[in-house]
């Protein structure tokens, strides 16, 4: 059995279902040993053995939703993986012409290269060629053309706006704002689904969250307008359905604005007490399986990042720190991973919700509570993506932003250091204040992303429709404040 879900059990058992964002409604019947054992054959490349499991499982009758995923995911890490290694090295010299053999050799032997061995043969992923430079510093060196990496410019060095939302926030003025109008959009690809068949689409939608995103006004929708989630839906959703045209795309769109509020807390830790257990913070306090799991691999890195420190913001600042420095890279689709903080803990190599779910991991174990919030974040410039981050719970301050791939900021200016442990800038939207909770409506199929919810979701009565039967887009553009936003 996997450690991690081992340290977890019993609870996997009963919430498996309901934890992993499947799209279903109900865990019944419960998570039995064999699923257990599916699941280890999977994450350990041996699908041809985990398939005759769930071949023997399905005879006689329809199989499980649980065993069912389980049959998804490894198509989805086969598609994940797609490079054997003469493919691995042709995309690399793309960017290294001259590249040697040694250095090849080096490289992979140092486990630069993620690779996974499916069946006895080793895959590599599609995006390993790309995070091979920016995991390696001897790499980036051979490029014959170098290229920036696209990272949001707010993370890059301390700047003009991280200053204003300082100083915002500690005057008795607005805070610092940016008012955009956003539009998303799903296009499913032409034949995806037969002619006539309805396509339901739900589109991430945010919902108002008082002094962070505010004045939110649904301006229209294609092909019409949206069934908005209540805003109490923890991942909300604009709601669309479309008949498929034989050889047309079918296209889904949401566009709405509103008001983002960059904010800032500067922290005196000689006033921050342990916090306790109140009814509201105990969910922020507690394992969830099976991406928040106190395995013995996260209580060891705790104590040697924690040390004899009791104070809790200054363990805060140390786990912050040292999550930190697990260098960037891009990630494999969530859905294929059993628990993406133990994933990072792991590979020595993160992208933003891996970061994000093994900081809140290690801050719940030390008894700070912590919890999930992602969307989309843009500049004033060019730049667009997606992005995770979270918040934790300081006494007497209460809840506070934390955005550990920003992480401390380059800079002279030591205010700005640790800008995004306590503070936020006003370039970012949050469609979802936790992860893999249920839409609604309920999606029938299983979720494309069990986790987050930031390119939308497709089905139709035959199935989901996965990354590759659809593409997506965001478009924003920063609109005049209203006058009482202005300074």
Not at 135 to 162: K, T, Y
Not at 234 to 260: C, D, H, K, M, N
Not at 458 to 483: H, I, K, R, T, V
């Amino acid at each position: 059995m996997h450690a991690a879900r081992r340290a977890a059990y019993p609870l996997l058992a009963s919430a498996l279902l309901l934890v992993t964002g499947l799209g279903l409604r109900a865990a019944s019947p419960p998570a039995t040993a064999l699923l257990e054992d599916v699941m280890d054959l999977v994450d350990g490349g041996r699908f041809a053995q985990a398939e005759r499991l769930i071949a023997q499982a399905g005879e006689g009758g329809s199989l499980t939703d649980e065993l069912a995923f389980q049959r998804e995911r490894m198509r989805r890490i086969r598609l994940d993986f797609s490079l054997d290694e003469s493919g691995l090295r042709a995309a690399v010299r793309r960017q290294i012409p001259d590249l040697r053999e040694d250095e090849f050799r080096r490289w992979r032997r140092a486990g630069l290269f993620d690779a996974m061995a499916i069946d006895g043969e080793i895959r590599y992923f599609g995006r390993a060629p790309h995070n091979l430079f920016r995991l390696s510093e001897e790499a980036r060196a051979r490029r014959a053309q170098p290229r920036p990496f696209h990272d949001s410019p707010l993370e890059l060095a301390q700047g003009p706006h991280h200053a204003e939302v300082r100083d915002r926030a500690a005057s008795a003025g607005p805070a610092a704002a940016r008012r955009v109008r956003i539009t998303q959009s799903l296009t499913v690809e032409p034949d995806a689904v037969p002619a006539g068949e309805t396509i339901r689409a739900w589109l991430p939608y945010p919902r108002a969250i008082a002094g962070q995103q505010e004045d939110i006004r649904l301006l229209g929708g294609e092909p019409g307008m949206p069934r908005l989630a209540p805003a109490s839906a923890l991942q909300r959703t604009a709601y669309f359905e479309q008949p498929a045209r034989a050889g047309q795309a079918t296209r889904f769109s949401v566009s709405y604005e509103l008001t983002i509020l960059g904010r800032h807390v500067q922290v005196d830790p000689a006033r921050v007490v342990p916090v306790e257990a109140s009814p509201g913070l105990a969910p922020f306090l507690s394992e969830r399986v099976p991406h928040v799991v106190f395995s013995d691999a996260m209580r060891l890195f705790s104590a040697q990042v924690v040390g004899d420190e009791t104070n809790p913001y200054r363990i805060a600042r140390r786990l912050f720190d040292a999550v930190d420095r697990i260098p960037w890279a891009g990630a494999r689709e969530y859905s294929t991973i059993a628990n993406l903080g133990e994933h990072a803990l792991r590979a020595g190599r993160a992208d933003c919700g891996q970061q994000t779910l093994l900081l809140i991991t290690l801050l719940r174990l030390n008894g700070i509570p912590a919890r999930w919030q992602s969307g989309w974040i843009f500049s004033d410039g060019d730049y667009n993506n997606m992005h995770d981050w979270g918040w934790l719970y300081l006494a007497p301050y209460g809840w506070l932003p934390m955005d550990v791939t920003f992480g401390r900021l380059p800079g002279d200016d030591p205010t700005l250091e640790h800008f995004y442990l306590g503070g936020m800038d006003a370039y970012r939207v949050a469609f979802n204040d936790d992860y893999g909770r249920e839409f609604v409506p309920a999606k029938t199929h299983f979720r494309s992303e069990t986790v987050d919810l930031q390119r939308g979701e497709a089905e139709w009565a035959g199935g989901n429709l996965y990354f590759d039967q659809w593409d997506y887009d965001f478009d924003w553009e920063l609109l005049p404040l209203p006058e009482d936003q202005r300074s």
